[in-house]
């Protein structure tokens, strides 16, 4: 039997290589990983855990922020998928400590999986509309201070949900596990045979997806790109000889000091967004696609390639590492946060100085996060509209 969608056998965290039915199958395994996975998996759901509930704090806190109206909503929805993805490690653990043998239900390992690919794909659309959003902040610094735009980000997120959800229905709708001839029980591994067709389907929406993968990533990038280029060509705002003399020094200092800071953080964000992309996500789709055809071992038309046995296992091998890289988006998300926001990273400079009087989200707190937000709106109108990512 194979998997309904592709996305089955890249849930897998190992690989059913062989040839089809006719031809004789063998389970390619990769040993490393039942030692490696479960170390870190255990490393990334504690970090992830807490990173993730803390980043829920942050955000409840900056919840009366109005510039912060439409990402504070792509910032929650990204890290309550952080934590869906989280909160199933504990069974993959279990289940790579026992050497690929689930011994859980086989609806928990379809939740499970679907958990997975919902976490990785729905992160990658957040991220892209968190970008989007950092990019309007830059191009139209007006708009996004005085406005919230909180029913966009609902709807964007609302649509990015049912797209996810919708593809891993095929996932709690089949069955995800099945047991070989030594009795072990694999989840979501193990599919040897199968028909050309079936295996020509099942590649086919794996370079769909692939490839829908590209042009987030291709969009990721330019918006990035764009907001660095769009902070970078700025020259910093002289002093109108109209102005107050007593003013004069004073706006001098600031413009000069102002378009560096702009341009630190725009290039940081920058790093982070397509860092984490690239670290996370991109290593997986660049060997997909070989490794699929590899899996599904084609006999006959399209998609057939002939793989020697090193090669097979070198894929398999480098397969089990992108798994892991993309299980640490889940922590690496936080870090664009705080390079993506001036308030976020603010809220968490102040927010470590209370804890030492062990306080909590104090109205003291939050309303200097306010009074900011209003600063930074006037100082928008009065330096001749000049953007920053708030």
Known sequence: MLPSTTEQ?????????????????????????????????????????????????????????????????????????????????????????????????????????????????SSILFLGAISVNRYWAVTRPLDVATSDHRLRGIIVCVVIWVLTLAMAIPFLASPGTNTDENNVTRCFEGYHHGTDSQKKTVAATHFAIIGVFFVM????????????????????????????????????????KRPRGLKRRALQMLFAVVGVFALCFLPHHVIQGFWTLAVLQITQGWGHVEWDQKTLQALNDAHQITLLLMGLNCILDPVIYYFATQKFRGFITAHIKQLVRREGCSETLTSQVSMDSRNQSQRLHNEHQQPEIN
């Open 217 to 256: 990533f291709f969009l990721i990038v330019v918006c990035n790109f764009l907001i660095a280029l769009a902070l970078l060509s700025q020259n910093p705002p002289q002093s109108e000889s109209q102005s107050a003399t007593r003013k004069s020094h004073r706006t001098m200092s600031s413009s000069t």
């Open 9 to 121: 056998v890249a849930v897998t965290e190992t690989s059913s290589l062989g040839s089809s039915a006719g031809n004789g199958s063998a389970f390619l395994d990769s040993k490393f990983r039942y030692v490696l996975f479960p170390v870190v998996y255990s490393i990334i759901f504690i970090l992830g855990l807490f990173a993730n509930l803390y980043v829920l704090f942050v955000l409840r806190c900056l919840r009366g922020t109005r510039a912060m109206g439409e990402i504070r909503i792509y910032m929650t929805n990204l890290t309550v998928a952080d934590l869906l993805f989280v909160s199933a490690l504990p069974f993959w653990i279990g289940y790579y400590s026992r050497e690929g043998n689930w011994v859980y239900t086989d609806f928990m390992c379809r939740l499970t999986g679907s958990l997975f690919f919902i976490n990785t794909y």
